[in-house]
């Protein structure tokens, strides 16, 4: 019924910068919140970012200052740009949407991941 699809990821060097953007679709009623999430190899799964319907942002620390998270309600998308990339931004990046399909019936739909690796 609702879809999320990434796109952007990909192998950049070390102080290079990235793009990931996600796009809702399906059967939507309303967006709340939408987010990033990483998970490196061998590790948990952990915000990036995320953003409200309002515009209200939220960073984990570690990427304060190079990531930017942004939203477009009409095209029931969000982004993420990220600069000053650093070997331990590596993982697969995972778009989050707190979504209604009917009013009242809010639930959590992830994409379904995309790789970024931060090399030389």
């Known amino acids: 019924q609702v879809q999320l699809v990434e796109s952007g990821g990909g192998l950049v060097q070390p102080g290079g910068s990235l793009r990931l953007s996600c796009a809702a679709s399906?059967?939507?009623?309303?967006?709340?919140?939408m987010g990033w999430y990483r998970q490196a190899p061998g590790k948990q799964r952990e915000l990036v970012a995320d953003?409200?319907?309002?515009?209200?942002?939220n960073y984990v620390e570690s990427v304060k200052g190079r990531v930017t998270i942004s939203r477009d309600n009409a095209k029931r998308s969000v982004y993420l740009q990220m600069n000053s990339l650093k070997p331990e931004d590596t993982g697969v990046y995972y778009c989050?949407?707190?979504?209604?399909?009917?009013?009242?019936?809010?639930?959590?739909?992830w994409g379904q991941g995309t790789q970024v690796t931060v090399s030389s």
């Open positions: 989050n949407g707190y979504i209604a399909i009917q009013p009242f019936r809010w639930a959590h739909y």
């Open positions: 399906g059967s939507i009623y309303s967006i709340g919140t």
């Open positions: 953003i409200t319907a309002g515009g209200s942002t």
